[in-house]
């Protein structure tokens, strides 16, 4: 049914920037919540970013400032400024989709995100 591929990632200087995109495709419906989630080796998976479908955001204290978050009717992007090697992570798009009665997550298969020198 529904599928999330992520692209745009890569290897990036620190201070550079990089735009995720995530292109959602299948049956979808009811679309809740868009966001971006990184996880590092050896770290918990945590929530970078999302957006509702009232266009609310939600950053980690760790991005904000740097990083936006913004959506078309499916796709999800994330631009992410001033890099820091601390954002190296695989970053997962998830999406979802429901009513206040219920819901699902979908997840993308994940972008690895490197800075470094």
């Known amino acids: 049914q529904v599928q999330l591929v992520e692209s745009g990632g890569g290897v990036v200087q620190p201070g550079g920037s990089l735009r995720l995109s995530c292109a959602a495709s299948?049956?979808?419906?009811?679309?809740?919540?868009m966001g971006w989630y990184r996880q590092a080796p050896g770290k918990e998976r945590e929530l970078v970013a999302d957006?509702?479908?009232?266009?609310s955001t939600t950053y980690a204290d760790s991005v904000k400032g740097r990083f936006t978050i913004s959506r078309d009717k499916h796709p999800v992007y994330l631009q992410m400024n001033s890099l820091k090697p601390e954002d190296t992570a695989v970053f997962y798009c998830?999406?979802?989709?429901?009513?206040?009665?219920?819901?699902?997550?979908?997840w993308g298969q994940g972008t690895q995100v490197t800075v470094s020198s």
């Open positions: 998830k999406m979802n989709v429901g009513s206040r009665y219920w819901s699902q997550d979908y």
């Open positions: 957006i509702r479908s009232g266009g």
């Open positions: 299948g049956s979808i419906c009811s679309i809740n919540t």
